[in-house]
Structures are given as structure tokens and as C-alpha cells.
T-cell receptor, first 115, second 114 residues
Framework: GENVEQHPSTLSVQEGDSAVIKCTYSDSASNYFPWYKQELGKRPQLIIDIRSSVGEKKDQRIAVTLNKTAKHFSLHITETQPEDSAVYFCAASSNSGGSNYKLTFGKGTLLTVNP | GAGVSQSPSNKVTEKGKDVELRCDPISGHTALYWYRQSLGQGLEFLIYFQGNSAPDKSGLPSDRFSAERTGGSVSTLTIQRTQQEDSAVYLC????????????FGPGTRLLVL
């Protein structure tokens, strides 16, 4: 089955700096890669996703890049703000073998943005 | 509209007791998922429903875990004879269909087994 590795496990940046979180996946058939943000005590919420037909997607200060050859994808947050502090999870999904419902998550990155 | 809701929000139980966790998905969402989140870990897939059917139960940790969904809506996750290692946050999510659609999560049930 799919395995998703996420790094780093913790990341501390100064307000205004950029933050990058990286994930690798094992199943070459994976083609959908969402990112979820979970604030302390809150539910995970989708912040951006990318499908394998594109290499990059941006939404304001957030961008995700995908390298299918290397089987890794990354989340980039620019001009970080204290409210970006949260745990970020990457996930991967494959539509092979009828498993296109199943998200395999990384273990999360605790991002702290210091004022 | 209303999001995914779960109850109870917190549950403390004694080892060996049974617990039931409830999930109310977003109205009209045909797909429903259960995940477990242990401290410092990612989200571990448990089971998913398409309508009332559960085609994949492979993520359930043991035969003490079971789940059902009725009327294509509410789902219940039951843990029998709870063990301390069952302590975790149990998250439910729903999506419009079982394709690679956005999954909307509930607030979770924090289970503590003493």
C-alpha cells in the first residue's frame, strides 16, 4: 500500500519568512495530493490540493509543487503570519484498484510562526 | 450549511467497557470515512462507507472495532472491550462522492481509556 513520509516534524520560522514542508510517497499510481491544516484543538481543513496533471498550484500565499518522477510534493507558505501556526498534514491518493477514496496521510508538521 | 458533527466530543471509559462514537455527515454526502489520530501521529484510515456499504474495512485495528451506517447518513463506530491503546481522537469525514474529492472533517471524539 501507499506510504507517505513528511518532513520536518517541527518547523519554527519568524513572521514574514517562508516555510516549506516536504512529503514523499511510494505508490507511483498516486495522483491526488491534498494538504490539510489542523489548528490546536480544531478539525483538519483542506487548504490546497494538486492533481498529477499539473506540477504546481498557487492560492495566495500558499503553493504546492509536485515532482512525479521523484515522487515528492511540497507545501510552500510565503510571508508567514502567526495565524499560520498549526499542524500541516500531507496526503496521497491513488485511483488504481478502486482505492480512489483512500487518503494516506503523513505524520504532520508542527509549524510555529514567531512574531 | 451545517458541517460534519460528532458526539460525544470527549469520552472517558474504563478498560473493558464498550463505547459508541457517532458521526453526522454533511447532508447529501454519500461517502463517509473514519480515521484515528494518536498523539504525534498522522491520521490513520479505519473504514469508509459508500452509502450504507463499507467496501473496505481493512483499516480497522482489530475485531473489537466495528462500524455501521444507516439511511446513508449517520454512522456509528463501536469499540468493544476497550483497551488503553485505543485512546486517541477519532475523526469522521464526509465527501460528496467517493472519488478524490475534498473530505470535510468533524471535530473528533477524544477517547480516553483508563
Amino acid at each position: 500500500g501507499e506510504n507517505v513520509e513528511q518532513h520536518p516534524s517541527t518547523l519554527s520560522v519568524q513572521e514574514g519568512d517562508s516555510a516549506v514542508i516536504k512529503c514523499t510517497y511510494s505508490d507511483s499510481a498516486s495522483n491526488y495530493f491534498p494538504w490539510y491544516k489542523q489548528e490546536l484543538g480544531k478539525r483538519p481543513q483542506l487548504i490546497i490540493d494538486i492533481r498529477s496533471s499539473v506540477g504546481e498550484k498557487k492560492d495566495q500565499r500558499i503553493a504546492v509543487t509536485l515532482n512525479k518522477t521523484a515522487k515528492h510534493f511540497s507545501l510552500h507558505i510565503t510571508e508567514t503570519q502567526p495565524e499560520d501556526s498549526a499542524v500541516y498534514f500531507c496526503a496521497a491518493s491513488s485511483n488504481s484498484g478502486g482505492s480512489n477514496y483512500k487518503l494516506t496521510f503523513g505524520k504532520g508538521t508542527l509549524l510555529t510562526v514567531n512574531p | 450549511g451545517a458541517g460534519v458533527s460528532q458526539s460525544p466530543s470527549n469520552k472517558v471509559t474504563e478498560k473493558g467497557k464498550d463505547v459508541e462514537l457517532r458521526c453526522d455527515p454533511i447532508s447529501g454526502h454519500t461517502a463517509l470515512y473514519w480515521y484515528r489520530q494518536s498523539l504525534g501521529q498522522g491520521l490513520e484510515f479505519l473504514i469508509y462507507f459508500q452509502g450504507n456499504s463499507a467496501p473496505d474495512k481493512s483499516g480497522l485495528p482489530s475485531d473489537r472495532f466495528s462500524a455501521e451506517r444507516t439511511g446513508g447518513s449517520v454512522s456509528t463506530l463501536t469499540i468493544q472491550r476497550t483497551q488503553q491503546e485505543d485512546s486517541a481522537v477519532y475523526l469522521c469525514a464526509s465527501s460528496l462522492v467517493t472519488r478524490q474529492e475534498t473530505q470535510y472533517f468533524g471535530p473528533g471524539t477524544r477517547l480516553l481509556v483508563l
